[in-house]
Nanobody, 125 residues
Framework: QVQLVESGGGTVQAGGSLRLSCAAS????????MGWFRQAPGKEREFVAA????????YYADSVKARFTISRDNAKNTIYLQMNNLKPEDTAVYSC??????????????????WGQGTQVTVSL
């Protein structure tokens, strides 16, 4: 069982930065694939970024490449999402998720077993 709690959301002007954190509980955290997803009002939840248990492989949605960076600290049971050059279209509730196993289908909402409650990110003009 893995429990996830996100923090770090807020309101920022376009071009600004935020860093999201996701604290995980569970002894097997270090073996999980971790992902960030977001959901804007009226839209489906979408993949943002994912990272393998070793941190050696990272994956990003095209819309956030070169602006967002996912990282993990297994010693602290925490993953991070550094978001730079934020745009109004990045406004959404951001949730972290975890799944056991390999990194295939890292982009798929249905593939993740555990989800946090989410944190709101609002980017204003």
């Amino acid at each position: 069982q893995v429990q996830l709690v996100e923090s770090g959301g807020g309101t920022v002007q376009a071009g600004g930065s935020l860093r999201l954190s996701c604290a995980a509980s569970g002894r097997t955290f270090s073996t999980y694939i971790m992902g960030w997803f977001r959901q804007a009002p009226g839209k489906e939840r979408e993949f943002v970024a994912a990272i393998t248990w070793s941190g050696g492989n990272t994956y990003y949605a095209d819309s956030v490449k070169a602006r967002f960076t996912i990282s993990r600290d297994n010693a602290k049971n925490t993953i991070y999402l550094q978001m730079n050059n934020l745009k109004p279209e990045d406004t959404a509730v951001y949730s972290c998720a975890a799944r056991a196993g390999d990194s295939s289908t890292y982009y798929a909402v249905w593939a993740y077993n555990y989800w946090g409650q989410g944190t709101q990110v609002t980017v204003s003009l």
